[in-house]
C-alpha cells in the first residue's frame, strides 16, 4: 500500500507570548519570555509563585458566554487555536466532506481547575452532593476534540491522545497516519493544557519539578543553563491543520511544510525521570528518522524537549549526540520552552508551530536566559544562545517527552 503525504495547510496559537500564529512567532525571534507573577489565585503560602500565563485573553471575545460558561479554560484554549488554524488553512467548510475531516487532539490533563474547583466547593459545603450538571463534560479530556467536531460538523475520527507532555505530538501522529494510510483526508490536530491552578502548582512544587526563581520569573526558564531549577508552567493550545497533499493541491492551499514522519518510543525507566544515558530519546529519534526515511545528517534543526530540568536537558543532549553524531555540531538546536515555558500536553503542538515557522522564516528561535555554561553538555552544540539565528532549515525535528516515559518526535521538511 502506498503511503499517501501529509502537509501542513493551517496553523493557530495561543501561548503565554502571543495569541495567535503571527504575535507567537514575533515574540519568538525577539526571544520575549512570557513568565510573571500568578495572577489567578493567591500565590502566598506557594513555594513558586509566578508562571507563563495567557496574556490579555478573554474567552467571550470568542465563544459565546453561555457556551464558554460550560467548558474549562483548556476547551475554550482549544477552540480559539483551532479556530484560527482552520481559518488559516481556508478549508471550505460548506464543500469539505465532513465524514473525512477529523479532529485528533492531546491533552495531558485537561480539565483540572474544573476538576479542582468542584472539589473545593464541596468540601466547603454540608457534605450534599452539589455537584455543577456540566461538572464531568468539562472537566473530561476528550471533551476538547469533541467541541471542535460539534462546532463545525466534522465526522472523522475524534478523540484524544493523554501522554503527559507528549499527548500533543502523540496526536499529530496519529493523524499523520490515519490521513496516510487514506481515512482521512484532513485532521484538526495539536493539544490545548490549562494547568496553572492552585492544585497544578501546589502538585508540581510538591515534586520539585518547578523552578522557585521568584525574584526573576522572566529568567526561570533556563534550558541547558547551569543554574537551571526546573521547569515553568505555561498553558495555552496549539493547532495545526493536517491535509492529504492531493487534497490540498487540488483546492490550491497554502503548504506550511509536508510532514515526513513520527516516532515514539517508552524510557521503560522511571514515572518522571529520564534514563540519564537517554536510551528512550535515542530510540524515538531513530524511530522518527526511520519512519521519515531521511538519515541523521538531512536534519538541520532540532526544537528540543528542553524543559531547564537539571536531569532531563543533559539526557536530551546526550542522546542528540549518540543519534546525530558528528553532525550534531551542524544542527541548529533551541528550547522555546525558555520563553514560553511548559505548556505540557499542549507543549508538542506550539512547538512544532515554531519549528514549522523557523523553515518558512528562514530563522531559528533563540534559548534565552543563558548565563552559565554546564559542564555536563557538549560545548561545541549549536544551542541558538540568546539570539536568533538566520538559517535556511529544510529539515526540522520536534522533541517531546512526558512523565511515564513517553517519547514522540516530529519530523517537518520544507516544501520545494
Not at 484554549?77 to 473525512?100: G, H, N, P, Q, T
Not at 483540572?112 to 466547603?124: G, P, R, S
Not at 522572566?218 to 498553558?235: C, I, K, N, Y
Request: glycine content about 10%; hydrophobic content about 40%; charged content about 20%.
Amino acid at each position: 500500500m502506498e503511503l499517501r503525504r501529509v502537509v501542513v495547510t493551517g496553523l493557530g496559537a495561543l501561548t503565554p507570548i502571543g495569541n495567535t500564529k503571527d504575535e507567537y512567532w514575533d515574540a519568538l525571534v525577539a526571544g520575549k519570555s512570557g513568565a510573571a507573577p500568578i495572577t489567578y489565585f493567591d500565590t502566598e503560602k506557594f513555594k513558586t509563585k509566578f508562571a507563563c500565563e495567557l496574556k490579555n485573553f478573554v474567552a467571550t471575545d470568542f465563544i459565546d458566554r453561555k457556551l464558554a460558561s460550560r467548558m474549562d479554560r483548556f476547551t475554550q484554549y482549544a477552540m480559539v487555536a483551532s479556530d484560527e488554524a482552520i481559518a488559516d488553512a481556508k478549508l471550505d467548510l460548506d464543500s469539505v466532506d465532513k465524514l473525512r475531516v477529523g479532529v485528533i487532539w492531546g491533552a495531558g490533563i485537561g480539565g483540572l481547575e474544573t476538576f479542582q474547583d468542584e472539589v473545593l466547593n464541596y468540601a466547603k459545603g454540608d457534605g450534599s452532593p452539589r455537584f455543577n450538571p456540566f461538572f464531568i463534560p468539562k472537566m473530561i479530556a476528550d471533551i476538547a476534540p469533541g467541541n471542535i467536531s460539534i462546532k463545525h460538523g466534522f465526522m472523522g475520527p475524534n478523540y484524544t491522545t493523554v501522554s503527559a507532555c507528549a499527548s500533543s505530538a502523540n496526536a499529530m501522529i496519529d493523524a499523520l497516519n490515519y490521513i496516510r494510510l487514506g481515512y482521512c483526508d484532513v485532521v484538526v490536530t495539536g493539544g490545548s493544557e490549562a494547568a496553572v491552578t492552585i492544585a497544578g502548582m501546589g502538585g508540581f512544587n510538591a515534586m520539585h519539578a518547578l523552578s522557585t526563581r521568584n525574584e526573576s520569573p522572566e529568567t526561570a526558564s533556563r534550558p541547558f543553563d547551569a543554574t537551571r531549577d526546573g521547569f515553568v508552567l505555561g498553558e495555552g493550545a496549539g493547532a495545526i491543520i493536517l491535509e492529504d497533499y492531493e487534497h490540498a493541491k487540488a483546492r490550491g492551499a497554502k503548504m506550511y511544510a509536508e510532514v515526513l514522519g513520527g516516532g515514539l518510543s517508552s524510557d521503560a525507566y522511571h514515572m518522571t525521570a529520564p534514563h540519564p544515558d537517554g536510551i528512550g530519546v535515542i530510540a524515538v529519534m531513530r524511530n522518527c528518522l526511520e519512519n521519515a526515511g531521511l538519515k541523521p545528517e538531512d536534519v538541520d534543526h532540532i526544537n528540543t524537549h528542553g524543559t531547564s530540568t537539571p536531569l532531563g536537558d543533559v539526557a536530551e543532549l546526550k542522546a542528540i549526540t549518540e543519534v546525530f553524531g558528528e553532525h550534531a555540531k551542524n544542527i541548529a538546536i533551541n528550547s522555546t520552552k525558555s520563553m514560553t515555558g511548559h505548556l505540557l500536553g499542549a507543549a508538542g503542538a506550539i512547538e512544532s508551530i515554531a519549528a514549522i515557522l523557523a523553515m518558512e522564516h528562514g530563522i531559528v528561535p533563540p534559548t534565552i536566559n543563558h548565563t552559565v555554561v554546564d559542564e555536563n553538555i557538549d560545548s561545541e552544540l549549536n544551542l541558538t544562545l540568546n539570539k536568533a539565528q538566520k538559517r535556511d532549515v529544510k529539515v526540522a525535528m520536534s522533541n517531546t517527552f512526558g512523565f511515564g516515559g513517553h517519547n514522540a518526535c516530529v519530523l517537518f521538511k520544507k516544501l520545494d
